[in-house]
């Protein structure tokens, strides 16, 4: 009698649409007070968006979480009035020390934690308002969020210089390779071109900081959309990295072709704008050649596949054939 009463319960409740229109006020009430409270740190990130070349992918990133979100639920349905889950107290405590700690980065004006508390915080609104189910559903979209967020002061100068470093000597590398007579002399390479010696600077805005962000943020919103096998999403997040890096070295050489064939100012005006274009395309070309290598190395077997795989055969017996049954290529060979 309980079972039956706690069912019907349930169906009263996924029946109720006063329910989910209740549910749906709550959460956007939830999302208006946390955008009006992070009003001022998203404006401070439109300004890093704006200025800094680096983090200039951050105006398509809630737009692209939103779209993960929207894939997420429509892959899996998911009913406020039937799916939501009453999470305990002590959420709503977690929600509240979170923010708490933003009040407090921002008394000590750490401005990058107190915008790094966002994530968390739309995570814990997320199960404070649908439990688990939610959040299982929506945490994709939330991690995605991260590459909103410029890095540290102190990690953006740690790396730098060693990104610099590496992308002078392998474009210096890639230069030599690809015919040109080239001399490298810290982080300028001197090219001998048709107008004589140019010198071609990498400068620190070249490290190939942005490219390795764009790429981060691409290659996750491709694991995440793209169904693939865990094993292809672990190798292709840490290609994202050595692929950034060619992408940029190949910028700086074409750069330099740009330098050997195009005299003065133009050059570089060429370099900067045709080379910067194409250096995303080049990057999700690599990523797509990448899959295709992937997929024909390991190809994936599909359940239609494994079924054409399996055969019927009579069983003989001393009495003649009994039922039939299916029988794999693996006991054939061990019948033989």
Not at 100 to 123: H, N
Not at 141 to 164: G, H, K, T
Not at 240 to 246: C, K
Request: glycine share 6%; net charge positive; with cysteine.
């Amino acid at each position: 009698m309980a079972e039956l009463s706690s069912a019907g319960i349930n169906m009263s409740r996924a029946s109720d649409p006063r329910l989910a229109r209740a549910w749906r006020w709550a959460v956007g009430a939830g999302v208006v007070l946390l955008g009006w409270a992070y009003a001022p740190n998203f404006r401070d990130l439109s300004t890093i968006w704006s200025a800094d070349p680096n983090y200039s992918h951050g105006y398509l990133v809630v737009p692209i979480a939103i779209f993960i979100l929207w894939r997420r639920l429509a892959d899996r349905p998911w009913e406020p009035s039937r799916d939501a889950i009453a999470t305990p107290w002590w959420g709503w405590v977690l929600l509240a020390a979170i923010l708490a700690l933003r009040g407090v980065a921002y008394e000590g004006s750490f401005r990058w934690l107190e915008t790094a508390t966002l994530v968390p915080a739309v995570a814990c609104l997320a199960w404070t308002v649908g439990g688990w189910p939610l959040l299982h559903r929506a945490w994709p979209a939330i991690v995605f969020l991260v590459f909103m967020l410029p890095l540290p002061d102190a990690i953006n100068a740690r790396i730098a210089l060693p990104l610099q470093r590496i992308a002078t000597s392998g474009s210096y590398i890639l230069l030599q390779l690809s015919g040109f007579w080239a001399l490298q002399e810290g982080n300028v390479i001197l090219l001998r071109t048709l107008f004589g010696m140019r010198p071609l600077d990498v400068a620190l805005a070249c490290n190939g900081l942005r490219m390795l962000m764009c790429m981060a943020a691409t290659v996750t919103a491709t694991v995440v959309l793209i169904p693939l096998a865990n094993w292809k999403r672990i190798v292709l997040l840490l290609s994202a990295v050595p692929i950034a890096m060619l992408s940029n070295m190949i910028r700086i050489v074409a750069t330099g072709w740009c330098y050997y064939y195009i005299r003065g100012d133009r050059a570089q005006e060429w370099a900067h704008d045709i080379s910067g274009w194409l250096m995303m395309p080049l990057a999700l070309i690599l990523v797509g050649l990448e899959l295709a290598i992937l997929a024909w190395l390991v190809p994936e077997v599909t359940a239609a596949e494994a079924e054409e795989r399996k055969i019927v055969i009579p069983l003989l017996t001393d009495r003649g054939p009994v039922k039939s049954q299916k029988t794999s290529h693996k006991d054939l060979d061990e019948l033989a």
